[in-house]
């Protein structure tokens, strides 16, 4: 009887250790067992950089995961319609996993993400790397992780420079009256409105036949963008005036990130730091072509001596004095602060 009580006892007590252990090793992160095949939207075509560096990505992902985490890689917002701003809503919900998208679209859901696109706030890209490797660029994670978006670091869409068909710009008088498009968020409304020029926002698309037509005479957007879209055939002028930069985000579904195993996550941000350097440093490499090119096309790049850059910033102050409370003082002083 004895012997019984005793085998029922032990018995008892290593089904209770077993379920003890079960509920141990039961966490909200993932095993490292786990397969998942993931989606990402890329916001251009499958010849920029963006799409180069989201395929090393996505390569490195998979070789270090032993084929367990795949990713499937779609150019030109198809998952989201050619919509970016559906794009990164899809991307806070889940319904896509992965995006490359510029804050300017991140900006349009929350205004605080508008401060990296503040005019004139970088002089150059050697002070854009110190800024978001610093202080402001941890804060600015913080707001995208609040937002459903775990930031897998940043990569680069680059300065924005001003061309149009009817005269070299110089100064703020310069832009007075110039019918411009400008990319859809009211930050940059307002912007060119103060300049005294006449903004107007329209889809990309629409752009080079508006520009064509003579319905606008100038545009702004980085380098790549410009001589991808062969803007210069219906552009004289460029204003080389670095007045507003445009980082990107590689931003994955922040409940799909915490759900990995930690060596998961360890091996996509590993991954992830990989292909954004090598995006920034395959962009800063093709601009220099594109700038020669475009040169060597006929277009007439200005570059504003430091006197006329200050015009320019000081036809800019009202854009601060508007939107410091929006942006929040805080992260303004952050990315204005020396480090």
Known sequence: MKNKK???FIFVSVIFSLILSGCG???SAGSSDDKHNLKMSVTVSDSSTWYKAAEKFAEEVEAETDGRITIDIFANEQLSGGDSGKAVESLAKGTIDL???STIIYSILNEKLGVLSAPFLFSDLEEVDEKLNGPGGEEIKKILRDFGVEPLGFGQNGFRQLTNSTKEITSPDDLAGLKVRIPGIKMYTDLWTEFGANPSTMTFSEVFTSLQSGTIDGQENPIDVIHSSKLN???DYMTMWNYSYDPLVLGM???LFDSLSESDQEIIQTAAANANEFQIAEARKLEEEQIKS????GMQLYYPSEEEMNEFKDASQPIYDKYESIWGEDLLKAFQENQ
């Open 6 to 8: 005793r085998f029922l």
């Open 99 to 101: 995006t490359y998208n």
């Open 294 to 297: 475009l040169e060597e096309a």
């Open 25 to 27: 090793s039961e966490s």
């Open 253 to 255: 579904n922040k409940k």
């Open 233 to 235: 055939e219906v552009q």
